[in-house]
Protein backbone atom coordinates (compact mmCIF):
# COMPACT_ATOMS: atom_id res chain seq x y z
CA UNK A 1 0.00 0.00 0.00
CA UNK A 2 1.44 3.08 -0.57
CA UNK A 3 1.27 6.09 2.33
CA UNK A 4 1.94 9.56 2.35
CA UNK A 5 1.53 12.52 5.05
CA UNK A 6 -0.58 15.11 4.01
CA UNK A 7 0.57 18.96 5.26
CA UNK A 8 -2.30 21.15 6.22
CA UNK A 9 -5.71 20.45 7.88
CA UNK A 10 -7.80 23.14 5.19
CA UNK A 11 -9.58 22.75 2.72
CA UNK A 12 -7.08 21.43 0.06
CA UNK A 13 -5.48 19.46 2.51
CA UNK A 14 -8.74 17.40 4.02
CA UNK A 15 -9.59 17.18 0.15
CA UNK A 16 -5.81 15.98 -0.87
CA UNK A 17 -6.32 13.15 1.75
CA UNK A 18 -9.59 12.03 0.88
CA UNK A 19 -8.55 11.76 -3.04
CA UNK A 20 -5.32 9.61 -2.49
CA UNK A 21 -7.81 7.68 0.33
CA UNK A 22 -10.24 6.61 -2.42
CA UNK A 23 -7.20 5.49 -4.27
CA UNK A 24 -6.00 2.90 -1.58
CA UNK A 25 -3.56 4.80 -0.32
CA UNK A 26 -2.61 4.55 3.72
CA UNK A 27 -2.81 8.91 4.85
CA UNK A 28 -1.99 10.51 7.66
CA UNK A 29 -3.13 14.12 7.70
CA UNK A 30 -0.78 16.60 10.04
CA UNK A 31 -1.57 19.90 11.35
CA UNK A 32 -1.23 22.11 13.94
CA UNK A 33 -4.64 22.76 14.77
CA UNK A 34 -8.11 20.75 14.00
CA UNK A 35 -9.16 20.95 10.50
CA UNK A 36 -10.99 24.41 9.07
CA UNK A 37 -9.45 26.64 11.75
CA UNK A 38 -6.87 28.84 9.66
CA UNK A 39 -7.45 30.46 6.30
CA UNK A 40 -10.33 27.70 5.35
CA UNK A 41 -12.20 29.05 8.08
CA UNK A 42 -12.23 32.65 7.53
CA UNK A 43 -13.57 33.21 3.75
CA UNK A 44 -16.89 34.62 2.38
CA UNK A 45 -18.46 30.36 2.32
CA UNK A 46 -18.64 30.96 -1.37
CA UNK A 47 -17.58 28.09 -3.95
CA UNK A 48 -17.12 30.42 -6.28
CA UNK A 49 -17.79 28.51 -9.88
CA UNK A 50 -18.40 31.39 -11.94
CA UNK A 51 -14.70 32.71 -10.68
CA UNK A 52 -13.22 31.68 -14.37
CA UNK A 53 -10.33 34.54 -14.69
CA UNK A 54 -8.24 34.84 -11.45
CA UNK A 55 -7.73 38.30 -9.84
CA UNK A 56 -5.27 40.59 -11.94
CA UNK A 57 -3.07 43.37 -10.32
CA UNK A 58 -4.56 46.64 -11.37
CA UNK A 59 -2.34 47.97 -13.77
CA UNK A 60 -4.27 51.60 -14.50
CA UNK A 61 -2.11 54.46 -12.84
CA UNK A 62 -5.83 56.05 -11.55
CA UNK A 63 -6.02 52.50 -9.56
CA UNK A 64 -2.87 51.95 -8.16
CA UNK A 65 -2.84 55.90 -7.05
CA UNK A 66 -6.16 55.10 -4.89
CA UNK A 67 -4.46 52.06 -3.68
CA UNK A 68 -1.08 54.16 -3.03
CA UNK A 69 -3.01 56.90 -1.05
CA UNK A 70 -5.49 54.93 0.94
CA UNK A 71 -8.51 55.82 -0.98
CA UNK A 72 -9.59 52.23 -1.43
CA UNK A 73 -10.73 49.88 0.72
CA UNK A 74 -10.26 46.86 -1.38
CA UNK A 75 -6.51 47.19 -0.86
CA UNK A 76 -4.48 48.64 2.31
CA UNK A 77 -0.47 48.15 3.18
CA UNK A 78 1.62 49.04 5.84
CA UNK A 79 4.76 50.77 4.58
CA UNK A 80 6.88 49.50 6.91
CA UNK A 81 6.27 45.86 5.79
CA UNK A 82 6.05 46.84 2.13
CA UNK A 83 9.45 45.89 1.52
CA UNK A 84 8.62 42.21 2.44
CA UNK A 85 5.85 42.09 -0.71
CA UNK A 86 7.73 44.00 -3.66
CA UNK A 87 9.58 41.39 -5.33
CA UNK A 88 6.59 39.17 -5.71
CA UNK A 89 4.22 42.48 -6.00
CA UNK A 90 6.54 43.24 -9.54
CA UNK A 91 6.22 40.10 -10.49
CA UNK A 92 2.67 39.93 -10.13
CA UNK A 93 2.02 42.96 -11.72
CA UNK A 94 4.11 41.88 -14.42
CA UNK A 95 1.67 38.46 -15.00
CA UNK A 96 -1.13 40.77 -14.91
CA UNK A 97 -0.48 42.26 -18.27
CA UNK A 98 -3.32 41.13 -20.71
CA UNK A 99 -1.42 38.41 -22.91
CA UNK A 100 -0.09 36.63 -19.48
CA UNK A 101 -2.94 37.52 -17.56
CA UNK A 102 -5.38 35.98 -20.91
CA UNK A 103 -2.70 32.58 -20.65
CA UNK A 104 -3.59 32.39 -17.00
CA UNK A 105 -6.94 32.49 -17.35
CA UNK A 106 -7.23 29.62 -19.47
CA UNK A 107 -5.28 27.67 -17.12
CA UNK A 108 -7.07 28.67 -14.12
CA UNK A 109 -10.94 27.90 -15.87
CA UNK A 110 -9.91 24.43 -16.72
CA UNK A 111 -9.54 24.49 -12.70
CA UNK A 112 -12.85 25.97 -12.05
CA UNK A 113 -14.59 23.93 -14.03
CA UNK A 114 -14.24 20.92 -11.45
CA UNK A 115 -14.76 22.74 -8.35
CA UNK A 116 -18.45 22.63 -8.15
CA UNK A 117 -18.51 18.59 -9.02
CA UNK A 118 -15.54 17.86 -7.29
CA UNK A 119 -17.39 19.57 -3.88
CA UNK A 120 -20.59 18.01 -4.83
CA UNK A 121 -18.92 14.35 -4.58
CA UNK A 122 -17.47 15.14 -1.00
CA UNK A 123 -20.64 17.10 0.14
CA UNK A 124 -22.83 13.91 -0.27
CA UNK A 125 -20.35 11.52 1.50
CA UNK A 126 -19.94 14.08 4.20
CA UNK A 127 -23.69 14.59 4.57
CA UNK A 128 -23.20 18.00 4.64
CA UNK A 129 -26.09 19.25 2.59
CA UNK A 130 -27.40 21.31 5.60
CA UNK A 131 -24.54 23.41 5.49
CA UNK A 132 -24.30 24.28 1.49
CA UNK A 133 -26.92 26.11 -0.72
CA UNK A 134 -26.98 25.99 -4.65
CA UNK A 135 -28.42 29.73 -5.47
CA UNK A 136 -25.53 31.42 -5.79
CA UNK A 137 -24.61 34.94 -4.72
CA UNK A 138 -24.85 38.77 -5.77
CA UNK A 139 -22.44 41.10 -6.91
CA UNK A 140 -23.95 44.63 -5.68
CA UNK A 141 -23.26 48.08 -7.58
CA UNK A 142 -23.34 51.33 -6.47
CA UNK A 143 -22.23 53.27 -9.59
CA UNK A 144 -24.43 52.86 -12.78
CA UNK A 145 -21.57 53.37 -15.11
CA UNK A 146 -19.31 50.54 -13.24
CA UNK A 147 -22.63 48.33 -13.45
CA UNK A 148 -22.66 48.32 -16.81
CA UNK A 149 -19.08 47.68 -17.45
CA UNK A 150 -19.25 44.70 -15.00
CA UNK A 151 -22.63 43.27 -17.08
CA UNK A 152 -20.25 43.82 -19.88
CA UNK A 153 -17.75 41.79 -18.60
CA UNK A 154 -20.29 38.97 -17.12
CA UNK A 155 -21.35 38.97 -20.91
CA UNK A 156 -17.96 38.01 -21.72
CA UNK A 157 -17.41 35.19 -19.04
CA UNK A 158 -20.86 33.40 -19.86
CA UNK A 159 -19.50 34.11 -23.91
CA UNK A 160 -16.20 32.12 -23.43
CA UNK A 161 -16.95 30.25 -20.76
CA UNK A 162 -20.84 29.59 -20.47
CA UNK A 163 -21.21 30.82 -17.15
CA UNK A 164 -24.64 31.81 -16.29
CA UNK A 165 -25.78 34.90 -14.40
CA UNK A 166 -29.01 37.66 -14.39
CA UNK A 167 -28.97 41.26 -13.79
CA UNK A 168 -31.37 42.42 -11.48
CA UNK A 169 -31.67 46.56 -11.51
CA UNK A 170 -32.49 48.86 -8.69
CA UNK A 171 -36.31 47.45 -8.13
CA UNK A 172 -35.87 43.47 -8.95
CA UNK A 173 -32.64 43.42 -6.51
CA UNK A 174 -34.86 45.47 -3.55
CA UNK A 175 -37.60 42.49 -4.67
CA UNK A 176 -35.30 39.96 -4.29
CA UNK A 177 -33.62 41.43 -0.86
CA UNK A 178 -36.42 43.16 0.57
CA UNK A 179 -34.32 44.71 3.90
CA UNK A 180 -31.60 46.52 1.78
CA UNK A 181 -32.37 50.05 1.25
CA UNK A 182 -34.39 50.52 -1.88
CA UNK A 183 -32.60 53.21 -3.53
CA UNK A 184 -29.34 51.21 -5.48
CA UNK A 185 -28.68 50.30 -8.94
CA UNK A 186 -28.58 47.07 -9.24
CA UNK A 187 -26.69 43.76 -8.84
CA UNK A 188 -25.38 41.37 -11.28
CA UNK A 189 -26.75 37.34 -9.13
CA UNK A 190 -24.33 34.70 -10.17
CA UNK A 191 -26.41 31.73 -10.41
CA UNK A 192 -23.96 29.19 -10.35
CA UNK A 193 -21.63 29.68 -7.26
CA UNK A 194 -22.92 27.23 -3.74
CA UNK A 195 -22.51 29.10 -0.42
CA UNK A 196 -21.87 28.13 2.70
CA UNK A 197 -22.91 28.57 5.74
CA UNK A 198 -19.85 27.64 8.03
CA UNK A 199 -16.95 27.28 6.04
CA UNK A 200 -14.84 25.86 8.62
CA UNK A 201 -17.75 23.83 9.22
CA UNK A 202 -17.18 22.02 5.73
CA UNK A 203 -13.87 21.60 6.04
CA UNK A 204 -14.43 19.59 9.55
CA UNK A 205 -17.35 17.53 7.94
CA UNK A 206 -14.65 16.65 5.29
CA UNK A 207 -12.41 15.12 7.63
CA UNK A 208 -14.74 13.54 9.97
CA UNK A 209 -15.13 11.60 6.58
CA UNK A 210 -11.43 11.01 6.12
CA UNK A 211 -11.30 9.88 9.68
CA UNK A 212 -14.70 7.50 9.12
CA UNK A 213 -12.95 5.94 6.49
CA UNK A 214 -10.15 5.23 8.44
CA UNK A 215 -7.71 8.25 7.89
CA UNK A 216 -5.58 9.11 10.47
CA UNK A 217 -5.10 13.00 11.92
CA UNK A 218 -2.61 14.28 14.48
CA UNK A 219 -1.34 17.43 15.72
CA UNK A 220 2.23 18.06 14.72
CA UNK A 221 4.72 20.29 13.23
CA UNK A 222 5.00 20.43 9.17
CA UNK A 223 8.50 21.91 9.62
CA UNK A 224 9.82 19.50 11.12
CA UNK A 225 9.54 17.61 7.99
CA UNK A 226 12.47 15.78 6.86
CA UNK A 227 13.76 13.28 4.05
CA UNK A 228 15.15 10.06 4.88
CA UNK A 229 16.33 7.15 3.66
CA UNK A 230 12.70 5.42 2.52
CA UNK A 231 10.91 9.02 2.39
CA UNK A 232 9.99 11.31 4.37
CA UNK A 233 9.34 11.76 8.31
CA UNK A 234 7.36 14.52 10.50
CA UNK A 235 7.05 15.02 14.47
CA UNK A 236 3.98 14.21 15.98
CA UNK A 237 2.37 14.44 19.10
CA UNK A 238 2.12 10.55 18.64
CA UNK A 239 6.01 10.38 17.70
CA UNK A 240 7.91 10.37 14.91
CA UNK A 241 5.62 9.45 11.15
CA UNK A 242 7.12 7.77 8.14
CA UNK A 243 5.59 7.77 4.63
CA UNK A 244 7.16 7.31 1.08
CA UNK A 245 5.58 10.34 0.02
CA UNK A 246 4.70 14.17 1.60
CA UNK A 247 1.93 16.21 0.66
CA UNK A 248 2.82 20.32 1.46
CA UNK A 249 -0.65 22.02 1.51
CA UNK A 250 -0.04 24.46 3.84
CA UNK A 251 -1.42 27.52 2.37
CA UNK A 252 0.81 30.78 3.51
CA UNK A 253 3.28 28.84 5.20
CA UNK A 254 4.09 26.55 2.06
CA UNK A 255 6.81 28.52 0.86
CA UNK A 256 9.04 28.79 4.34
CA UNK A 257 8.70 25.11 4.28
CA UNK A 258 9.67 24.48 0.73
CA UNK A 259 12.57 27.14 0.74
CA UNK A 260 14.50 24.27 3.17
CA UNK A 261 14.54 22.13 0.24
CA UNK A 262 15.59 24.76 -2.52
CA UNK A 263 12.48 25.91 -4.18
CA UNK A 264 11.64 29.42 -4.10
CA UNK A 265 7.93 30.08 -4.76
CA UNK A 266 7.01 34.12 -4.72
CA UNK A 267 3.99 34.39 -2.90
CA UNK A 268 1.93 37.55 -2.56
CA UNK A 269 0.28 36.55 1.22
CA UNK A 270 -2.96 39.04 1.03
CA UNK A 271 -4.05 39.17 4.79
CA UNK A 272 -8.18 39.28 5.26
CA UNK A 273 -10.31 40.13 8.57
CA UNK A 274 -13.90 38.85 9.49
CA UNK A 275 -16.64 39.89 11.98
CA UNK A 276 -20.33 38.01 12.72
CA UNK A 277 -22.76 40.12 13.60
CA UNK A 278 -26.57 39.24 15.26
CA UNK A 279 -29.64 40.86 15.96
CA UNK A 280 -30.11 42.99 12.63
CA UNK A 281 -32.00 42.13 9.63
CA UNK A 282 -30.66 38.93 7.47
CA UNK A 283 -29.81 38.63 3.54
CA UNK A 284 -31.32 35.90 1.27
CA UNK A 285 -27.70 35.50 -0.33
CA UNK A 286 -24.28 36.78 -0.01
CA UNK A 287 -23.61 40.07 -1.55
CA UNK A 288 -20.11 41.70 -2.75
CA UNK A 289 -20.24 45.28 -2.22
CA UNK A 290 -17.78 46.02 -5.07
CA UNK A 291 -17.39 49.94 -4.73
CA UNK A 292 -16.18 49.59 -1.03
CA UNK A 293 -14.36 46.02 -1.42
CA UNK A 294 -15.83 43.59 1.21
CA UNK A 295 -18.73 40.63 1.08
CA UNK A 296 -21.51 40.20 3.51
CA UNK A 297 -23.11 36.62 3.87
CA UNK A 298 -25.34 34.71 5.87
CA UNK A 299 -24.20 32.06 7.86
CA UNK A 300 -24.85 29.87 10.78
CA UNK A 301 -22.56 32.76 13.44
CA UNK A 302 -24.88 35.61 11.93
CA UNK A 303 -24.06 37.97 9.10
CA UNK A 304 -20.39 37.34 8.21
CA UNK A 305 -18.46 40.71 7.16
CA UNK A 306 -14.89 39.66 5.12
CA UNK A 307 -12.35 42.06 3.78
CA UNK A 308 -10.22 43.09 1.00
CA UNK A 309 -6.52 42.54 1.29
CA UNK A 310 -3.76 43.75 3.32
CA UNK A 311 -0.01 43.69 2.82
CA UNK A 312 1.49 43.58 6.02
CA UNK A 313 4.24 41.04 7.99
CA UNK A 314 2.74 37.73 9.16
CA UNK A 315 3.20 38.52 12.81
CA UNK A 316 2.33 42.04 12.84
CA UNK A 317 -0.82 42.61 14.89
CA UNK A 318 -4.12 43.22 13.60
CA UNK A 319 -5.25 46.55 11.49
CA UNK A 320 -9.06 45.92 10.96
CA UNK A 321 -9.34 49.47 9.29
CA UNK A 322 -10.93 48.14 6.03
CA UNK A 323 -13.38 45.74 8.55
CA UNK A 324 -14.48 49.32 10.16
CA UNK A 325 -15.04 50.74 7.00
CA UNK A 326 -16.71 47.60 5.91
CA UNK A 327 -18.96 47.56 8.61
CA UNK A 328 -19.94 51.58 8.17
CA UNK A 329 -20.57 50.64 4.46
CA UNK A 330 -22.75 47.69 5.09
CA UNK A 331 -24.73 49.83 8.15
CA UNK A 332 -25.91 52.04 5.13
CA UNK A 333 -27.43 49.42 3.20
CA UNK A 334 -28.87 47.10 6.07
CA UNK A 335 -29.47 46.78 9.97
CA UNK A 336 -26.80 44.37 10.60
CA UNK A 337 -27.09 44.21 14.19
CA UNK A 338 -24.19 44.23 17.13
CA UNK A 339 -20.49 42.43 16.34
CA UNK A 340 -20.73 38.96 18.04
CA UNK A 341 -16.77 38.56 18.46
CA UNK A 342 -14.81 40.63 20.88
CA UNK A 343 -11.76 40.44 18.15
CA UNK A 344 -12.07 40.39 14.43
CA UNK A 345 -10.46 37.08 12.88
CA UNK A 346 -7.90 37.32 10.17
CA UNK A 347 -5.59 35.26 8.37
CA UNK A 348 -3.57 35.07 5.10
CA UNK A 349 -4.55 34.12 1.30
CA UNK A 350 -1.71 32.58 -0.20
CA UNK A 351 -1.48 34.13 -3.78
CA UNK A 352 1.37 33.18 -6.48
CA UNK A 353 2.90 35.52 -8.36
CA UNK A 354 1.19 34.37 -11.94
CA UNK A 355 -1.72 33.82 -9.89
CA UNK A 356 -2.01 30.14 -10.73
CA UNK A 357 -1.59 27.38 -7.53
CA UNK A 358 1.88 25.33 -7.30
CA UNK A 359 0.55 21.41 -8.27
CA UNK A 360 2.51 18.43 -8.70
CA UNK A 361 5.97 17.12 -7.53
CA UNK A 362 9.12 18.92 -6.37
CA UNK A 363 11.24 18.52 -9.28
CA UNK A 364 14.53 17.63 -7.29
CA UNK A 365 13.30 15.65 -4.28
CA UNK A 366 11.36 12.07 -5.12
CA UNK A 367 8.04 11.47 -3.12
CA UNK A 368 7.54 15.38 -2.32
CA UNK A 369 4.65 16.91 -3.84
CA UNK A 370 2.68 20.16 -3.57
CA UNK A 371 -1.20 21.63 -3.74
CA UNK A 372 -1.12 25.52 -2.38
CA UNK A 373 -1.50 29.03 -3.72
CA UNK A 374 -4.56 29.04 -4.79
CA UNK A 375 -5.14 32.64 -3.69
CA UNK A 376 -8.54 33.75 -3.07
CA UNK A 377 -10.00 30.44 -4.27
CA UNK A 378 -8.40 27.39 -2.06
CA UNK A 379 -12.06 26.81 -0.32
CA UNK A 380 -13.40 26.67 -3.82
CA UNK A 381 -10.86 24.71 -5.55
CA UNK A 382 -9.38 22.34 -2.85
CA UNK A 383 -11.42 19.24 -4.02
CA UNK A 384 -10.41 19.72 -7.37
CA UNK A 385 -7.00 20.48 -7.65
CA UNK A 386 -6.58 17.37 -4.75
CA UNK A 387 -8.44 15.03 -7.26
CA UNK A 388 -5.76 15.96 -9.56
CA UNK A 389 -2.89 15.72 -7.26
CA UNK A 390 -4.15 12.59 -6.39
CA UNK A 391 -4.52 11.27 -9.75
CA UNK A 392 -0.75 12.19 -10.34
CA UNK A 393 0.35 10.65 -7.57
CA UNK A 394 -1.07 7.66 -7.98
CA UNK A 395 0.24 7.78 -11.99
CA UNK A 396 -3.25 8.45 -13.73
CA UNK A 397 -3.48 10.76 -16.58
CA UNK A 398 -5.06 13.47 -14.42
CA UNK A 399 -8.22 15.25 -15.78
CA UNK A 400 -6.34 18.41 -16.82
CA UNK A 401 -2.73 18.81 -17.68
CA UNK A 402 -0.78 19.56 -14.52
CA UNK A 403 2.12 21.69 -16.67
CA UNK A 404 0.94 25.19 -16.01
CA UNK A 405 1.12 24.70 -12.41
CA UNK A 406 4.44 22.67 -11.69
CA UNK A 407 6.51 24.45 -9.27
CA UNK A 408 9.85 24.51 -11.99
CA UNK A 409 7.74 27.46 -13.74
CA UNK A 410 9.31 29.94 -11.57
CA UNK A 411 12.56 28.95 -11.75
CA UNK A 412 15.92 29.63 -9.92
CA UNK A 413 15.32 26.71 -7.75
Known amino acids: MQSAIVLGGGMVGVSSALHLQRRG ?3 TLVDRKQPGLETSYGNAGIIQSEAVRPYPMPRDLATLARIATGRTNDV ?17 WWNSAPKRHQE ?49 KAEENRRDYGVQFRVLDGSELARAEP ?5 LPGAIHWLGPWTVSDPGGLVAAYARLFQRLGGNIVSGDALTLTETSSGWSVETADGRIDAANAVVALGPWSPDLMLRFGYRIPLVRKRGYHMHYQ ?3 SLDLPLVDTAN ?24 PATPVQLGNAEAAARGLLDIGTRVEPEPWYGTRPCTSDML ?20 QGFTLGPATARLLAECMSGETPAV ?12 H
Not at 179 to 183: E, F, P, S, V
Open 179 to 183: LLRDD
Open 25 to 27: WSI
Open 104 to 152: ATAAWARLIAHATPEHDVLIREAHADNLVRRAGYRLLHRDPVAFELAIA
Open 357 to 376: PVLGPAPRHRGLWMNFGHGH
Open 401 to 412: DLTPYRADRFGG
Open 76 to 92: RYRLASLHRHVEPLLRY
Open 279 to 281: GGS
Open 293 to 316: GYAMAPMAKGIRITTGAELTSPDA
